[in-house]
C-alpha cells in the first residue's frame, strides 16, 4: 500500500509542479526530449514451464526510477529512438501455516528482496493532437535486466531439542551465488521483449507496458509482467 501511495503522489506532484514545462511543439518539427520516470509492476508473475508458482493475490512488485532519451529518427516524421536506463527493487513474501510436533497454525515465511538494474531500447511514433500539448507514443523494443544483488529471507518453526521448545527460527541467502542453502542460484541478466504506450499532458506522462522475458531467471522459470509509469518530460 505504501509504495502505492508514493506512486500516486509522484504521478500528483508531476502534474501540480510541472504543467508548463515543455509547450506545443511543431508538428512538422520533431525534437529530441528526455522524460524522468517512476516506475511500478503490480503483478510480475513467474511461470515454471505452464504452471503459475506465484499466486495472484501474492506477486511479486517492483518499483523503480529510470530516465528515458527520445531522438527523432526522421527530420519530417515522429518517428523516435527511445532508449533509457533506470534501477528497480523487486520483492515477494509469502506467508503460511505449518503444523510441527502436533503444533498446528506455526507461522512460515518466505520473503525475496533483489535490487536490478534495467535498460531498454525502443521504437515509437509520437502521436500529437493538433493545437494541444497532448500526445500519445506508442512503442515497441526490448529491455534487459542485470540483477546487482539480492537475498532470500527465511523464517519458520524449528525445535530446540535440548529445552524441548518449538521456536522461530531465521537464514537467509543470497540468490545469484550458489552455496549450501541456494544450488540453484538466479541468472544475474534477463532479455526480454515489451510493447507499451505513453500518453503525454504537457510535461507530465503516464504510461503502462507489458514485458516478457526470452531467458529463464533459474530453471524454467521466466517473468512477464505489467509495469505502470509516471513522470515528467523536459
Known amino acids: 500500500m505504501k509504495k502505492v501511495t508514493v506512486f500516486m503522489a509522484f504521478c500528483v506532484f508531476a ?7 515543455v509547450e506545443a511543439q511543431s508538428e512538422n518539427e520533431p525534437q529530441e526530449f528526455y522524460s ?15 504452471d503459475l508458482t506465484i499466486e495472484d493475490e501474492e ?15 526522421s527530420k519530417t516524421i515522429h518517428l523516435y529512438l527511445n532508449y533509457g536506463v533506470g534501477f528497480v527493487l523487486s ?8 503444523e510441527l510436533l502436533g ?6 515465511s518466505t520473503e525475496y528482496l533483489y535490487f536490478s538494474g534495467i535498460y531498454k531500447v525502443n521504437v515509437g511514433y509520437l502521436i500529437r493532437i493538433p493545437s494541444t500539448t497532448i500526445a500519445f507514443f506508442p512503442y515497441v523494443g526490448a529491455y534487459a535486466r542485470a540483477h546487482i544483488g539480492g537475498k ?3 523464517e519458520y518453526p524449528s525445535v530446540d531439542m535440548e529445552k524441548r521448545q518449538i521456536y522461530q527460527a531465521k537464514t537467509d541467502f543470497s540468490l545469484f551465488t550458489e552455496s549450501n542453502q541456494n544450488d540453484n542460484p538466479w541468472n544475474r541478466f534477463e532479455l526480454g ?11 507530465f506522462m503516464v504510461g503502462v507496458t507489458y514485458g516478457t522475458t526470452f531467458n529463464d531467471l533459474t530453471d524454467d522459470t521466466r517473468v512477464t509482467e505489467t509495469r505502470l509509469s509516471a513522470g515528467f518530460r523536459f
Open 91 to 98: 520483492n515477494y513474501k509469502h506467508e503460511e501455516k505449518v
Open 193 to 203: 521483449g515489451n510493447i507499451g504506450v505513453k500518453a503525454y499532458f504537457g510535461a
Open 15 to 21: 502534474m501540480v509542479a510541472c504543467p508548463q514545462i
Open 36 to 50: 524522468l520516470e517512476m516506475y511500478y509492476a503490480p503483478s510480475q508473475y513467474i511461470y515454471t514451464g505452464s
Open 59 to 73: 506477486p511479486f512488485k517492483q518499483t523503480g526510477l529510470g530516465i528515458s532519451i527520445n531522438k527523432p529518427l
Open 152 to 154: 532470500c529471507y527465511l
Open 103 to 108: 503444533h498446528s497454525n506455526l507461522n512460515q
